[in-house]
């Protein structure tokens, strides 16, 4: 079993649409989760961290559900540069230090 | 600012040829990380650092090598290229604040293509 998993997509939706992808992580050891933004051939950025109470910025809600192991991302009335792909990020403090496991990413297509 | 820069951006290379991809940030960052992306996986760690004069390995350090002999600066080594080795490859870093550490600043990334 994949440490991140997500569902791959792609995920076409059309402007204005909401649309929410989750992610399942396996360690339950883990301590902390982000989001991160990847466009077509660039690199990541971070979008935002997983709060335990949940947390928005904007059209994004995050939720992380620690009993049953996964993260979901809500984007509110998308527009067509959400455009991306979506990559779940768990971070586990082990003794060599913070390990950040990416999943293989959502990709989102938001169109006309 | 110009946050991490990777050279070069795309490099072709044959099998068992040699190579150096550089990575330079300007944050002042401690720890710094090599990972490499390929397609229906996520993002691999090679080798990372927590500082200048210290290297660790991460997830597939097989066939690379690294060094940071500056804080600013790490360097992914190939010694002896092989097909397997055609990915992206990107380098990123963070604080080593707690509560930053978990947030890495990417490079824009090194397409390596090895025939």
């Known amino acids: 079993r994949k440490e991140v998993e997500q569902d791959p997509g792609p995920f076409n939706v059309p402007e204005g649409a909401t649309v929410a992808f989750n992610c399942t992580y396996s360690n339950s050891a883990s301590q902390s989760f982000f989001w991160y933004r990847q466009d077509c051939r660039k690199e990541p950025k971070l979008l935002m961290s997983?709060?335990?109470s949940g947390n928005e910025d904007g059209r994004f809600t995050a939720q992380l559900n620690r009993a049953s192991q996964y993260i979901s991302l809500l984007i509110r009335d998308s527009k067509l540069s959400d455009s991306a792909t979506y990559l779940c990020?768990?971070?586990?403090?082990?003794?060599?230090?913070?390990?950040?496991?990416f999943g293989t990413g959502t990709q989102l297509k938001v169109e006309l | 600012n110009a946050g991490v820069t990777q050279t070069p951006k795309f490099r072709v290379l044959k099998t068992g040829q040699s190579m150096t991809l550089l990575c330079a940030q300007d944050?002042?960052?401690?720890?710094m990380y090599w990972y490499r992306q390929d397609p229906g996986m996520g993002l691999r760690l090679i080798h990372y650092?927590?500082?200048?004069?210290?290297?660790a390995k991460g997830e597939v350090p097989d066939g690379y090598n690294v060094s940071r002999l500056k804080k600013q600066n790490f360097l992914l080594g190939l010694e002896s290229a092989a097909p397997s080795q055609t990915s992206v490859y990107f380098c990123?870093?963070?604080?080593?604040?707690?509560?930053?550490?978990?947030?890495?600043?990417f490079g824009p990334g090194t397409r390596l293509l090895v025939l």
């Open positions: 990020v768990v971070n586990l403090l082990t003794g060599g230090g913070n390990k950040l496991t």
């Open positions: 990123a870093s963070s604080s080593s604040r707690p509560g930053n550490q978990e947030t890495q600043y």
């Open positions: 944050m002042n960052h401690e720890y």
């Open positions: 997983v709060y335990s």
């Open positions: 650092s927590v500082g200048e004069g210290t290297t």
